[in-house]
């Protein structure tokens, strides 16, 4: 095992999911854009039907890349690896969560058709704007739900494949606030490092399995031996210094060091489109 290989192996599952959540939004983009509001009214059952399908295949694949990660890296760490074969999707769960995001929605278009006159050429228009917000925000919210895929795989691994010792968030290249405070955690390792899953417990009080939308942080495991890969260290450096910069304690540092970091954050933005 060589830290390198390790550090390959989380990086590539890291931009494959940013792939599969990526092109899932795109091909909800496209789908939605070749619909009209006339749809939402008469065939929604059947739109979330579809919706539903899409998702649910980009979230299988998504969960069998993290499954087989978790055993790529999990191989490269152990002397002597027996696959682990962790749990199965919960998909009656996948669905409530597909349909909760379909409808919400769509809902404010199911609205807005109710609102104003269907032959006003203004209010036709503004139910435009409205399909097309609908549109977006499905097309996000299904780039979560996908990414959740490898997410549930990482997190079923980690409470129960004995060999897991700890695990860390590894966010992307420009992370806000909120994402910045959990990386800055670092590693995070279990009470006992040899407790089963009755006893299982992971210092700190942080869910590591806290994500927002558009969110594309990943919660990777680590085995005895392995180490956080550089780069993530180096944000972790960064991130911890900031943390420790910031006044208060508690959950008055936490607003602090998210607000502070976010108006950075924007000020860049703003910095690099001038």
């Known amino acids: ?83 682990f074969r962790g749990g199965q999707r919960d998909t009656e769960s996948e669905t409530r969560q597909a349909a909760a995001s379909f409808f919400v929605h769509t809902a404010p278009v199911a609205r807005e058709i109710k609102r104003g006159r269907l ?31 490898g997410r549930d795989a990482l997190a079923d691994a980690r409470e129960n ?45 942080d869910n590591p399995d806290q994500y927002h939308p558009d969110c594309h942080c990943q919660t990777l495991p680590l085995f005895r031996g392995v180490s956080l890969p550089p780069e993530d260290e180096a944000k972790r450096t960064e991130y911890l210094r900031l943390w420790n910069d910031t006044p208060g304690s508690g959950e008055e540092q936490r607003r602090a060091f998210v607000r502070a970091f976010n108006e950075q954050r924007e000020q860049r933005s703003e910095s690099d489109a001038a």
């Not at 503004?126 to 609908?134: G, Q, Y």
């Open 119 to 149: 032959d006003d050429p203004e209010f036709l228009a503004e139910l435009d704007d409205v399909m097309s917000r609908a549109g977006t925000n499905l097309s996000r919210d299904a780039g979560r739900l996908a990414e959740d895929g």
């Open 1 to 83: 095992m060589t830290q390198a290989d390790i550090d390959r192996a989380s990086r590539a599952y890291y931009n494959e999911q940013l792939a599969i959540s990526g092109t899932l939004m795109q091909r909800v983009m496209e789908w939605w854009s070749t619909l009209s509001w006339r749809a939402v009214e008469s065939d929604s059952d059947a739109l979330w039907q579809e919706y539903r399908d899409m998702v649910s295949d980009a979230r299988g694949r998504s969960f069998a890349a993290g499954s087989d990660y978790h055993n790529r890296v999990r191989d490269l760490a152990l002397e002597h690896p027996v696959t």
């Open 161 to 205: 494949d004995p060999e897991v010792i700890g695990y860390y968030r590894k966010t992307d290249a420009d992370p806000c606030g909120f994402c910045a405070m959990l990386a800055s955690r670092g590693a995070a390792y279990t009470e006992d490092r040899n407790s089963s899953r009755s006893t299982r417990s992971f210092k700190g009080d």
